[in-house]
């Protein structure tokens, strides 16, 4: 074995350049305030190579990306892990970098003779954010999609070259397969490539100045081997924890809905972004996208100068501390605003909706060549949600929303659907209290009709607690899929009921004095042969002015298939929808 | 006090030497799973192949001479993309008595698409020069192809023909399925 490695040494010299990388000296001693950099080598090469072999597995393009991922994701043996982990260190490294940025900003090692040193890791910084930013957008999801669009909408706004580096970066106009091969090419060529450059100035350099001491010395001197290296491997191995601690947690990485651009999504960047998204909202994106990055630029430059006297140095410490703890402060705010907003909150539950609905369509169906996007698209409970909510919602609700889990700001006017024709929600409808309440028909002119009125009102006890019998045999007709068909001899003695054969009803009017059930006789109230049925419910969205329902005593319902504000299609999709669930 | 010494520096270097190498080896290792995942997937599924429907009889030549047709499959399956519909390879067709004889177009050698050759009424790889007769078996000596050309289960339904298509490891004596 000697004799092998006399001959490599021999060719190669790698004894000597290994004593010289491993006995660099450390004055002082070994410290862990020296750790960082060693630390952000790791993740570096971590990215590296979970990098390349998410490679394998990644498809980019509009119709694959997405679909790339989630079969990682989700049918590749271990394929969440490997991703939750580049996902999480990705995280840690911004963590980390700012440690490092810290320790060389309060230890004063950016000053001479290592200025140079502090230029080249502050552009390292830069193209870690650029590494972050880029790889935010190639999983092709909801979030990543609507967030990266504002980043490279800012790039727009940079003087003269703006408009044409966006689409040079974008690939075109608008979004699509070339944002994806590019966005690639520098996630996983270009800028790594850089970053492997500048790391190797940036030790090289760190080398040649050694490290930049910070007194009183605790210790005597000793060397890079193996006493530091202990205590940067120990670091490496708690940031690795960490990561894989994350990606245990969470179980890997997170994966929205896929990207659709007619499908609205609250676009918020990473969160080590915020502070920037929070500043948007207060300065112009001009300030934010060229006059801030080139004070920073600007202040980078000068810090090596600035640090000469010990008050300057005072005043770079104080610049950095000021500028992280305005960043911690706009971050809290934003997530403080998120959180207060429920309308984010719904947005954000809808996603999850979506993500998990996509899930398991793929799970029955598989992806069609043209894409995941367009199994969402074609969903019928989808189309259904997003239907309620443009058509609907302004006067009815479902389960107090508007379908989708979105609160409507116009008071509600029509009864609360979900759970409709169900025996709860009948026997709902027939109590006069919830009758008149806002949540069936107190934003209407029935209110104060005859139901409410000359029926409802005028029930005695004893009526009023024969009513949810009424309601069992109405629900039963709507052949609802979750609930149970009556057996017959029970349904012919509630019509008996409903018929008022022995006349239980005599106060108020008796149901059949106005809706008729399978009889000729054309009663001046809504039809309830078949209520609640497919047959039913479409009839009547399509025409509530029917002289089968409200005939001209319809108030407010727009008749969506006779004035053909929506399709047959999409009113039975409605109709689907509105009886598949029971109410929440 | 001194062995003392030794055997702390001795254990630094021994912790140094495991923790970096722990570190070192994480990255690879948390991909090697999924890198795997291909040998994985395909020892589990042993599945007997679909029946393709691939041509009417009738367009088949009487006189036993061979005609190509592309297999159309119903539902393929490529990683996360479901096809409906599409080609999976092609076969020559030959009919034989009553019966229809299927021979897959790969080549065994090496898996380039063998010709028919009309004037000497007879299969040719053009790669290699391997040469089969019209029942498929090797005819020129030292072939490079180790097996006579593959054959699959076919079937006459309804005057159409039906195949379970299937493609074989290549370059081996035997004819072994994969998968």
């Known amino acids: ?584 | 006090m001194e062995g003392e010494d030794t055997g702390r520096r001795k254990f630094i270097r021994v912790a140094t030497i495991g923790v970096s190498a722990a570190c070192g080896i994480f990255p690879l290792a948390s991909g090697i799973p999924a890198l795997l995942d291909p040998v994985k997937k395909s020892a589990g599924e042993q599945g007997v192949e679909p029946w393709s429907k691939v041509t009417p009889l009738a367009s088949l030549p009487e006189d036993g001479s061979p005609a190509k047709f592309e297999v159309v499959q119903e539902k393929v399956v490529d990683a996360w993309t479901t096809y409906k519909d599409i080609p999976v390879g092609a076969v020559y067709l030959t009919r034989q008595n009553n019966d229809v004889v299927a021979f897959n177009l790969k080549c065994p050698h090496l898996g380039c698409a063998i010709d028919y050759r009309k004037q000497s009424n007879d299969y040719f790889c053009p790669c290699h020069n391997s040469s089969f007769g019209l029942d498929g078996s090797v005819t020129t000596e030292n072939s490079p192809s180790p097996r006579s050309m593959d054959t699959m289960e076919t079937k006459v339904e309804d005057g159409f023909v039906w195949i379970r298509f299937q493609h074989f490891r290549p370059n081996v004596p035997e004819k072994i399925p994969l998968s």
């Open chain 1, 1 to 584: 074995m000697k004799f092998v490695f006399d001959w490599l040494d021999d060719r190669s010299g790698y004894r000597n350049l290994l004593h010289e990388v491993l006995y660099e000296k450390v004055p002082g001693g070994a410290r862990w305030r020296y750790v960082w950099g060693s630390c952000l080598t790791f993740a570096f090469f971590t990215q590296v190579v979970t990098g390349t072999l998410l490679w394998m597995f990644y498809s980019p393009s509009a119709q694959t990306a997405w679909e790339s991922v989630y079969f990682l994701q989700y049918q590749v043996w271990g394929g969440w892990f490997l991703r939750g982990v580049h996902h999480y260190m990705a995280q840690a490294m911004i963590v980390l970098l700012v440690l490092h940025l810290m320790q060389v900003v309060i230890d004063g090692a950016y000053r001479a003779p290592r200025e140079l040193n502090f230029w080249f890791g502050a552009l390292m910084m830069g193209v870690t954010l650029a590494l972050s930013l880029t790889g935010y957008l190639l999983p092709w999801d909801q979030k990543g999609y609507w967030a990266t669009a504002v980043a490279t909408n800012l790039m727009a706004e940079v003087p003269w070259i703006g408009p044409a580096l966006q689409k040079i970066v974008v690939g075109g106009v608008e979004y699509g397969h070339h944002t994806l091969t590019r966005f690639f090419a520098l996630h996983a060529g270009v800028l790594p490539a850089m970053l492997v450059g500048l790391v190797v100035v940036h030790i090289y350099l760190f080398r040649k100045h050694g490290i930049h001491v910070k007194e009183p010395r605790p210790k005597k001197d000793s060397y890079f081997w193996p006493d530091q290296i202990l205590k940067d491997a120990i670091a490496c191995l708690a940031v690795l924890l960490a990561v894989v601690g994350l990606t245990l947690y969470f179980r890997g990485a997170p994966l929205g809905p896929p990207a659709d651009p007619a499908n609205e999504f609250p676009a918020r960047p990473e969160w080590y972004f915020l502070f920037l998204f929070q500043l948007l909202k207060y300065v112009p994106a001009f300030w934010g996208a060229v006059i801030i990055p080139a004070f920073l630029v600007l202040w980078i430059f000068l810090q090596p100068f600035i640090g000469i006297s010990r008050p300057g140095h005072q005043i770079n410490i104080g610049f950095w501390w000021t500028l992280i703890a305005g960043s911690v402060a706009l971050t809290l705010l934003a997530f403080a605003e998120d959180r207060a907003n429920l309308r984010h909150s719904a947005a954000l539950e809808e996603a999850n909706w979506q993500a998990e609905r996509v899930l398991s369509i793929v799970q029955d169906q598989g992806i069609p060549p043209a894409g995941a996007v367009t199994l969402l698209r074609s969903d019928h409970q989808n189309r259904a949600r997003n239907l309620f909510a443009s058509h609907c919602s302004s006067c009815h609700r479902f389960n107090g929303h508007d379908g989708r889990g979105y609160p409507v700001d116009d008071p509600q006017t029509a009864p609360e659907l979900a759970g409709f024709a169900s025996v709860d929600w009948v026997s709902k409808l027939l109590t006069h209290k919830h009758y008149i309440s806002e949540e069936y028909f107190g934003g209407t002119a029935f209110k104060d009709g005859t139901m409410a009125k000359k029926v409802l009102a005028k029930y005695t006890p004893e009526e009023t607690a024969l009513l949810p019998r009424i309601a069992t045999l109405l629900s039963d007709m709507a052949e609802l899929p979750y609930q149970k068909p009556l057996e017959e001899d029970e349904r012919e003695e509630l019509l008996a009921l409903f018929y008022n054969d022995d006349l239980d009803f005599q106060d108020g009017l008796a149901c059949i004095d106005c809706h008729d059930i399978d009889s000729e006789g054309d009663g001046y109230a809504p039809d309830l042969t078949g209520y609640g049925s497919n047959e039913w419910t479409v009839a009547f969205i399509k025409n509530p002015e029917d002289e089968r329902f409200y005939g001209d005593e319809n108030d407010r319902m727009p008749c969506y298939g006779r004035d053909a504000k929506l399709t047959d299609e999409e009113i039975q999709i409605l109709s689907d929808w509105i009886r598949s669930k029971p109410a929440k």
